[in-house]
């Protein structure tokens, strides 16, 4: 129901950016985010939106790098990546949660829906 592309190689300090895209509108009222993920480690959330585009969270390690939003008619979230890092290398994701109104869900339990990934390598 979720699809995350926009994902590839790119060198350090270098920009990227990803779209997420529902095949439906069944997730157009919902809170939405951006999850990652290295082998052996769990999914680390990256930024979140809520339903309505307004209000925004975002991880500590992307602070002022990143910047998500939403198209809520087309039920899109795109994540603008800025002097992107090694160690930003993972493979993202994008999340969707029955939640709609003013919250920003950050935590996998409350996520609903899952997009398949798409890779990101940030080369040094």
């Known amino acids: 129901q979720l699809q995350a592309f926009g994902g590839g190689l790119v060198q350090a300090g270098g920009s990227l950016r990803l779209s997420c895209a529902a095949s439906?509108?069944?997730?157009?009222?919902?809170?939405m985010a951006w999850f990652r993920q290295t082998p052996g480690k769990d999914r680390e959330f990256v930024a979140g939106?809520?339903?309505?585009?307004?209000?925004?969270s975002y991880g500590d390690a992307v602070k002022g790098r990143f910047t998500v939003s939403r198209q809520k008619a087309q039920s899109t979230m795109y994540l603008q990546m800025n002097n992107l890092k090694p160690e930003d290398t993972a493979v993202y994701y994008c999340?969707?949660?029955?939640?709609?109104?003013?919250?920003?869900?950050?935590?996998?339990?409350?996520?609903?829906?899952w997009g398949q990934g798409t890779h990101v390598t940030v080369s040094s």
């Open positions: 999340a969707a949660a029955p939640i709609g109104s003013a919250y920003v869900p950050r935590m996998q339990y409350e996520f609903r829906y």
């Open positions: 439906d509108r069944t997730v157009s009222n919902n809170g």
């Open positions: 939106v809520d339903w309505n585009g307004g209000t925004t």
